[in-house]
């Protein structure tokens, strides 16, 4: 007796992929220990993804793919899965831990009886490989959805060619949840404090965000390509061509904002981007070549922005 497969149908849904790093490594190293590992991990993801009102459409070694009618809900089912995973890595020996890295897009897909096809899985899929181990990140339709509905913040990763999807996308990392509102600062997502560890930030600051190295904040194209043309301008001054009387001025700010985007990937604080880009307007009134003298509009400007940042730099108080 032979069952009909039901009709393909097509819906807007919100696709979590999650995956295991380094599975293949651990399995190596002690496959009975693992394997008992990985069916904890799929215990606990599947209880989560079905307390988030979602369904876990396949599990497949050491990754899990699943489906929800609500994109909120997929991305609080992501962030809890990554905080229970490193909750459960401060109970375990290190070579027993393991890290997840979870790619969630919303899109199109074609559902026929429990399977789910088309593009909108291949790209949550897409977006899992991107994701560094213990972090989330999102595709453009999902942070449009979510990022007022949730307290969360995100990281800009700019657009992306991904691997077999024809159009580029605009990826979202989750980077640390916001003040609570009891101003009690929620950790972040795929970050455990360590066994015994860090005693918690002033009330009302948020755990800090992961942090860059300094080499990749400065080799950020954002950081980057100011630095570079900045540098050039600013060097216009001991005769480089072209010449101009305002060039060195326009470098100074544009090293001003290098440096800032670089502050800011490094530290994860909007502040340094302030402080910088103050600084490169005062020495932009310094280092041009003025008709009417030194610009002390652009000094105070420069001044005025510079204040704005340091001000933001000091911890929030309980009110």
């Given at each position: 007796?032979?069952?009909?497969?039901?009709?393909?149908?097509?819906?807007?849904?919100?696709?979590?992929?999650?995956?295991?790093?380094?599975?293949?490594?651990?399995?190596?190293q002690d496959e009975e220990r693992t394997i008992v590992l990985i069916r904890e991990f799929h215990e606990r993801t599947q209880g989560l993804v079905e307390a988030h009102a979602g369904r876990?459409?396949?599990?497949?070694?050491?990754?899990?793919?699943?489906?929800?009618?609500?994109?909120?809900?997929?991305?609080?089912?992501?962030?809890?899965?990554?905080?229970?995973?490193?909750?459960?890595?401060?109970?375990?020996?290190?070579?027993?831990?393991?890290?997840?890295?979870?790619?969630?897009?919303?899109?199109?897909?074609?559902?026929?009886?429990?399977?789910?096809?088309?593009?909108?899985?291949?790209?949550?899929?897409?977006?899992?490989?991107?994701?560094?181990?213990?972090?989330?990140?999102?595709?453009?339709?999902?942070?449009?959805?979510?990022?007022?509905?949730?307290d969360l913040a995100f990281e800009d990763l700019g657009v992306r060619e991904l691997k077999n999807i024809e159009h580029p996308i605009r990826l979202y990392r989750v980077i640390t949840p916001?003040?609570?509102?009891?101003?009690?600062?929620?950790?972040?997502?795929?970050?455990?404090?360590?066994?015994?560890?860090?005693?918690?930030?002033?009330?009302?600051?948020?755990?800090?965000?992961?942090?860059?190295?300094?080499?990749?904040?400065?080799?950020?194209?954002?950081?980057?390509?100011?630095?570079?043309?900045?540098?050039?301008?600013?060097?216009?001054?001991?005769?480089?061509?072209?010449?101009?009387?305002?060039?060195?001025?326009?470098?100074?700010?544009?090293?001003?904002?290098?440096?800032?985007?670089?502050?800011?990937?490094?530290?994860?604080?909007?502040?340094?981007?302030?402080?910088?880009?103050?600084?490169?307007?005062?020495?932009?009134?310094?280092?041009?070549?003025?008709?009417?003298?030194?610009?002390?509009?652009?000094?105070?400007?420069?001044?005025?922005?510079?204040?704005?940042?340091?001000?933001?730099?000091?911890?929030?108080?309980?009110?």
């Amino acid at each position: 007796m032979t069952i009909e497969a039901s009709a393909p149908r097509r819906k807007l849904s919100a696709i979590l992929m999650i995956d295991v790093v380094g599975f293949s490594r651990m399995m190596g190293q002690d496959e009975e220990r693992t394997i008992v590992l990985i069916r904890e991990f799929h215990e606990r993801t599947q209880g989560l993804v079905e307390a988030h009102a979602g369904r876990v459409v396949d599990t497949a070694g050491d990754s899990v793919f699943g489906e929800f009618d609500s994109v909120v809900n997929a991305v609080r089912c992501a962030q809890a899965i990554q905080e229970a995973q490193a909750a459960a890595n401060t109970r375990r020996e290190p070579a027993e831990r393991m890290e997840t890295r979870i790619g969630v897009h919303l899109g199109d897909v074609i559902v026929q009886d429990y399977r789910v096809y088309g593009d909108g899985v291949n790209i949550a899929a897409r977006l899992q490989t991107v994701a560094a181990p213990g972090s989330i990140c999102v595709s453009e339709a999902v942070y449009k959805e979510v990022y007022t509905k949730l307290d969360l913040a995100f990281e800009d990763l700019g657009v992306r060619e991904l691997k077999n999807i024809e159009h580029p996308i605009r990826l979202y990392r989750v980077i640390t949840p916001k003040a609570g509102r009891a101003g009690v600062p929620a950790e972040a997502p795929g970050q455990a404090r360590p066994p015994g560890g860090s005693p918690q930030p002033p009330l009302g600051m948020p755990w800090p965000p992961r942090r860059i190295s300094w080499m990749d904040a400065l080799l950020h194209p954002s950081s980057l390509v100011p630095l570079v043309v900045g540098a050039y301008l600013l060097a216009t001054a001991l005769g480089l061509p072209p010449t101009g009387r305002l060039f060195p001025a326009f470098g100074a700010v544009l090293v001003g904002v290098g440096l800032g985007r670089a502050l800011r990937l490094r530290t994860g604080r909007r502040a340094f981007f302030a402080i910088a880009l103050g600084a490169g307007l005062i020495g932009a009134a310094i280092s041009g070549h003025w008709r009417t003298g030194t610009p002390w509009w652009l000094v105070v400007g420069g001044i005025v922005v510079t204040a704005v940042g340091l001000t933001r730099l000091r911890p929030q108080r309980e009110p």
